[in-house]
């Protein structure tokens, strides 16, 4: 068993911990509040008082912290009591470019800051599941990979780009914040015209697009046969934009102002996914 220091307990930290506790390994802690830490102390985490001694002789360093500021801060303060070669395996969700300078910075030091942020909810991070991303060094994401499979469901390596996973990461989650606002527009459609919420998500079940599904089809739009044509897919956006009426929507008078440009610029005969197609 090992040993390993959790910094940051807030809900996806503490499950974290919660799972290498289970696991075995002695787990030491440490929250800019301190209190946060107490249920895990009461699992058998040794709570410590500063970064530096949360990470003295641990065989792993994980960061859960709330933003680029809070990694650089706490970073700065546990340096003094790193062991040489124990890599620093940073799951917050990062600006890419602050992954890319802070990797770079960090090994000119020889500290082995790793970026491997997640797609998890606080029950993964305690159960092991879900998705965790990483990028840097062949030789080092390879060795992790075993320790890191305890953690979550899949380990993903993304290549030795080092901010590669924090794009894909912030990627990933534009997705999310994407659709749950298509589900409201959806919602309010539904509202308007006297379609339940669940109503719709069991229509789903059936009819069930999927974001790589769609993204297939805007990458090849350019070469693949029109199955919508944007002129027609313009005047079904303007059926749902007056089906709605008062109701509130978030995304689809954005996409009919985009379908506008499209056909003013001459391409209305054109699949409507070529409009969305990337430059």
């Known amino acids: ?150 953690l979550t469901g899949t380990v993903q390596n993304l290549g030795e780009r080092p901010d590669k996973a924090a794009a894909v990461k912030i990627i990933g989650n534009s997705v999310l914040l994407m659709l749950t606002a298509t589900m409201s527009d959806a919602f309010a459609v539904g509202n308007a015209t006297g379609v339940t919420p669940e109503e719709i998500v069991e229509f789903f079940k059936t009819f069930s697009p999927t974001p790589g599904g769609m993204g297939r089809r805007v990458l090849s739009s350019e070469s693949a046969p029109v199955g919508f044509e944007a002129t027609m897919a313009r005047k079904d956006a303007g059926l749902m934009i007056d089906s709605a009426g008062a109701e509130n929507l978030l995304l689809l008078p954005a996409i009919a102002a985009a379908m506008d440009a499209g056909i003013a610029a001459g391409r209305g005969k054109e699949d409507f996914t070529a409009l969305f197609r990337p430059a």
């Not at 930290?13 to 075995?24: D, E, I, T, V």
């Not at 641990?58 to 340096?79: P, T, W």
């Not at 790193?82 to 960090?106: K, M, Q």
């Not at 020889?110 to 030789?139: C, D, K, W």
């Open 1 to 150: 068993m090992s040993t390993i220091a959790v910094l940051g307990t807030g809900l996806l930290g503490a499950g974290f911990a919660q799972r290498m506790l289970g696991l075995g390994h002695t787990v030491r802690v440490w929250n800019r509040t301190a209190e946060r830490c107490a249920p895990l102390v009461n699992d058998g985490a040794t709570l410590a008082p500063t970064p530096a001694d949360a990470v003295r002789g641990a065989d792993y360093v994980h960061l859960i912290l709330s933003a680029d500021r809070a990694v650089d801060s706490v970073i700065e303060q546990l340096r003094p009591g790193l062991p040489a070669g124990t890599p620093i395996l940073d799951h917050s969700t990062n600006l890419p470019a602050g992954v890319a300078e802070r990797f770079s910075r960090l090994r000119e030091d020889a500290v082995r800051y790793l970026h491997a942020p997640v797609f998890m909810g606080p029950r993964n991070s305690r159960e092991g599941t879900g998705l965790m991303l990483i990028a840097g060094p062949q030789a080092e994401t390879e060795a992790l990979t075993a320790y890191l499979s305890t």
